[in-house]
C-alpha cells in the first residue's frame, strides 16, 4: 500500500531543526531522518548539534549542523542558507528551541524581568526569526511545512506553587500561548503559497528542561525536599496524565512527522497536543 512504509513518509524531504543538540529536538530530527528526510541540525551548543548529525549519518541518513542562536536572524539565515546550498532545498522547518526562564529559575518563587525578556526572545522571537529565514524560499517554491514546538502549558496556567502568588513560569506559558496565536497568523499568512503551518504542544517529558522544572519545586516545597529531581516529576505524571506516563521526545518527532508528511496536507493552523491526556483543548 503505498505510503505504508513509515521509512518512506518523509522520502527525499530535507528538515531543519532548531535547539535539536539534545531533548525534544534531537528526538525530532532522529525520527525525521528515520522516516527519510535529510536533517540540519542546529544548537547554540554545536557541538551538541554535531553530535546529533554524526548518530544521524552513523544510522545511514543524510545530515547537516550548524552552530545557531535563534534569536540572532544573522546566525539563522546563515545556517539556513547553508542547509540550502548543501542540500538543495528546505521543505520541512521545525523551530523547537526554546527556554524555561532566566538564571536562577531552579530557586526562585517569582518571575524576574530576565525570564520574560528570555523566554519572550527565545520562544517567540526566536520561532519568528526562524520562520523568516524559510519563508522565501518556500514562498518562492510555492511549498512548504513549519512545525512550531510550543507546550500545553501555553494552553492553562502550570505550575502555580501558591494561591495569590504569581508563577515562576508565568512568563514561559505567556510565550508559550503566543507561539499557539503565532502560528494561527502564520497560517493564515502562508496558505495561499501552499505551506502548511502548526504547532505541537508537548506535555511532560524527562529532558533537562524538566529537571529545571523539578529542582524549582523541590526548592519551593518543603514536603519534596527529600525527593530526587525525577521522582518528583514521577510523581506530576501519576497526578496529571490520564494515560499515567510521560512523553518521549520520539513521542513528539512522530508528530512532527505526520503534520510534515503528505497526509497532513489539509491541516493547517492547527495546534495538537501531545500531552498523554494532561489538558484537554
Ligand atoms: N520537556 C518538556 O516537558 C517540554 C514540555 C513542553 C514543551 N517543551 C518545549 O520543547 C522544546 C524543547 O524542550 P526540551 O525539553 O528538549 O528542552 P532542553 O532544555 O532539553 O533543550 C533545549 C535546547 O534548545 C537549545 N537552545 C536554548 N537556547 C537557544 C538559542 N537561543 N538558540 C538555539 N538553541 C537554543 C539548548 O541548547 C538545548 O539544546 C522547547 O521549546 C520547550 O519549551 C518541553
Not at 525530532?28 to 542546529?42: K, M
Not at 529559575?105 to 520562520?131: H, I, Q
Request: with cysteine; hydrophobic share 40%; proline share 4%.
Amino acid at each position: 500500500m503505498p505510503g505504508s512504509n513509515m521509512s518512506d513518509q518523509l522520502k527525499d524531504r530535507v528538515a531543519v531543526v532548531t535547539g535539536a543538540g539534545r531533548g525534544i529536538g534531537r528526538g525530532i530530527a532522529l525520527i525525521l531522518a528515520s522516516r527519510g528526510a535529510a536533517v540540519s541540525v542546529s544548537d547554540i551548543d554545536g557541538e551538541a548539534a554535531g553530535t546529533v548529525a554524526s548518530e544521524i549519518e552513523a544510522a545511514g541518513g543524510r545530515a547537516h549542523s550548524g552552530t545557531v542562536d535563534v534569536t540572532d536572524p544573522v546566525s539563522i539565515n546563515d545556517w539556513t542558507a547553508s542547509a540550502i546550498s548543501h542540500f538543495g532545498a528546505i521543505d520541512i522547518c521545525v523551530p523547537n528551541a526554546g527556554v524555561i526562564g532566566a538564571a536562577g529559575f531552579t530557586e526562585r518563587r517569582d518571575y524576574t524581568a530576565d525570564d520574560w525578556r528570555l523566554t519572550w526572545g527565545v520562544n517567540v522571537l526566536g520561532m519568528v526569526n526562524t520562520a523568516d529565514a524559510v519563508m522565501p524560499h518556500m514562498k518562492e517554491r510555492n511549498s512548504g511545512k513549519i512545525v512550531n514546538i510550543a507546550s500545553h502549558g501555553g494552553r492553562a496556567p502550570r505550575g502555580v506553587q501558591d494561591p495569590g502568588r504569581g508563577s515562576v513560569q508565568a512568563p514561559y506559558s505567556v510565550s508559550k500561548a503566543a507561539a499557539i496565536q503565532w502560528t494561527h497568523h502564520l497560517a493564515m499568512e502562508l496558505g495561499r503559497y501552499n505551506i502548511n503551518v502548526n504547532v505541537v504542544c508537548p506535555g511532560r517529558l524527562w529532558t533537562p528542561m524538566w529537571e529545571s522544572i523539578a529542582l524549582n519545586h523541590k526548592a519551593l516545597n518543603p514536603d519534596l525536599a527529600d525527593l530526587s529531581a525525577r521522582e518528583i516529576f514521577d510523581l506530576t505524571i501519576d497526578a496529571t496524565m490520564p494515560l499515567g506516563r510521560s512523553q518521549t521526545p520520539e513521542d513528539i518527532g512522530k508528530a512532527v512527522a505526520f503534520l510534515a508528511s503528505d497526509d497532513a496536507a489539509e491541516i493547517t493552523g492547527q495546534a495538537l497536543n501531545v500531552n498523554g491526556g494532561a489538558i484537554m483543548n
